[in-house]
């Protein structure tokens, strides 16, 4: 069941990375009040300004006719929160490489208030519906990788037990329900525990 869309952004900590002209202070003043917490910088400043900028920052609008300014400031880490892209000039490259930043919304020059309410709901919701997503892919790679130790935990019981697979499998399943454990869990403890009797008996040998 996905969860509630966010629709109230008061109190989020919002960066506009933008030069201080009249789109900025549409901009800010907008976002201020929608409750905002917002502070800017201009990339003419540098990229290490805008990174300080950015450090803590729950969401992030910047202006992509800056683009490679603007990447550089958290070129050493991934960006985990919200990105508005502000689109001026709609040259092919500047928003190919816009567009490898991976905003979750975009908004126009010359802006306006209207649209920007909009944007950010976009965004933020966005955003958290793509974490949502790599934490399931993450899960499913995890008991993708954990499947391999079921494989092998069942073909040690049918030949330490003279089982057939179904039976092992049967077993397997009902003694990590039992433990509360899931399977690929209790397969790992099962091949844990025939490994260390394997090198007990190799040393007492």
């Known amino acids: 069941m996905s969860r509630p869309v966010i629709q109230n952004f008061r109190g989020l900590r919002g960066v506009v990375l933008h030069g201080a002209d009249r789109n900025r202070s549409v901009l800010t003043e907008m976002l201020t009040r929608l409750g905002l917490k917002v502070a800017a910088a201009d990339p003419l400043d540098g990229a290490a300004v805008l990174r300080d900028a950015v450090k803590d920052a729950q969401l992030i609008l910047f202006d992509a006719d800056f683009v490679e300014t603007v990447a550089l400031s958290w070129a050493s880490e991934p960006v985990l929160v919200p990105l508005i892209a502000i689109i001026g000039l709609e040259a092919p490259g ?52 954990s499947r391999r130790f079921v494989t092998r935990a069942i ?51």
Not at 94 to 118: C, D, M, N, Q
Not at 166 to 195: C, G, N
């Open 94 to 145: 500047r928003l190919w490489r816009a567009f490898e930043l991976e905003p979750t919304a975009v908004i126009h020059k010359p802006l306006r208030s209207t649209g920007i309410y909009s944007a950010l709901f976009f965004a933020v919701n966005e955003h958290r519906r793509r974490q949502d997503l790599n934490q399931k892919l993450r899960e499913l790679e995890g008991r993708h990788r």
């Open 155 to 205: 073909v040690q019981m049918m030949q330490t037990r003279g089982i057939d697979d179904d039976q092992a499998y049967r077993l397997l399943r009902k003694e990590s329900m039992r433990r509360r454990l899931t399977i690929e869990e209790f397969a790992v403890q099962v091949l844990a525990t025939d490994q260390a009797g394997t090198v007990t008996k190799a040393r007492e040998a």
